[in-house]
């Protein structure tokens, strides 16, 4: 990330002071530029094989809580926090439901990530994905687990709780 970071600001340098010689300028801008792209492209696939390996190992997790609970005992248990870390999403939450929540962003933003679109519309599971939720009896609400609501409504904190 931090290389990504450095090609922008030098790019904004480079905006900013002009060379006096318009193809030099040209020349360094279109570098500028490649070079910002293949960072860019970098960056994103090392997000990508992080979010897709975080979503292997929480669907690894999600069968076993299906299955012979071996991994996680006390799925039904909340999670809870100190005094300092209360304000955090999955406070007061069944364990279950914060693996479930955890998978369904990775999830999410793995798609978008694999499509090249993370700016754009919403990715929606399938209903064999939603098989997934319904197996813990919770209950989703429709639009519940669009981006919006995975990233948390409220724009206090750009930390992933």
Same mark, same amino acid.
């Given at each position: 990330?931090?290389?990504?970071?450095?090609?922008?600001?030098?790019?904004?340098?480079?905006r900013d002071n002009p060379s006096a010689n318009y193809i030099d300028a040209s020349k360094k801008a279109t570098q500028m530029e490649q070079k910002r792209i293949q960072q860019s492209r970098n960056l994103r696939n090392s997000i990508k094989e992080y979010t897709e390996n975080t979503r292997?190992?929480?669907?690894?997790?999600?069968? $076993? *809580?299906? +299955?012979?609970?071996?991994?996680v005992g006390?799925?039904?248990?909340?999670?809870?926090? @100190?005094?300092?870390?209360?304000?955090?999403?999955?406070h007061r939450l069944p364990i279950k439901e914060c693996i479930l929540n955890t998978y369904a962003y990775s999830?999410?933003?793995s798609e978008r990530l694999n499509h090249? $679109? *993370?700016? +754009?519309?919403?990715?929606?599971?399938?209903?064999?994905?939603?098989?997934?939720?319904? @197996?813990f009896n919770i209950p989703v609400k429709e639009?519940?687990?669009?981006?919006?609501?995975?990233?948390?409504?409220?724009?206090?904190s750009n930390s992933i709780d």
């Open positions: 990330f931090r290389i990504y970071q450095d090609v922008i600001e030098e790019i904004g340098k480079n292997n190992a929480l669907k690894t997790v999600l069968d $076993d *809580l299906r +299955g012979s609970r071996n991994i006390n799925p039904d248990e909340l999670m809870v926090f @100190d005094a300092i870390e209360s304000k955090k999403r999955f999830y999410a933003l090249g $679109d *993370l700016y +754009g519309g919403v990715v929606e599971l399938s209903p064999e994905e939603m098989t997934v939720i319904n @197996d639009g519940e687990l669009d981006m919006e609501n995975l990233l948390g409504s409220n724009k206090q």
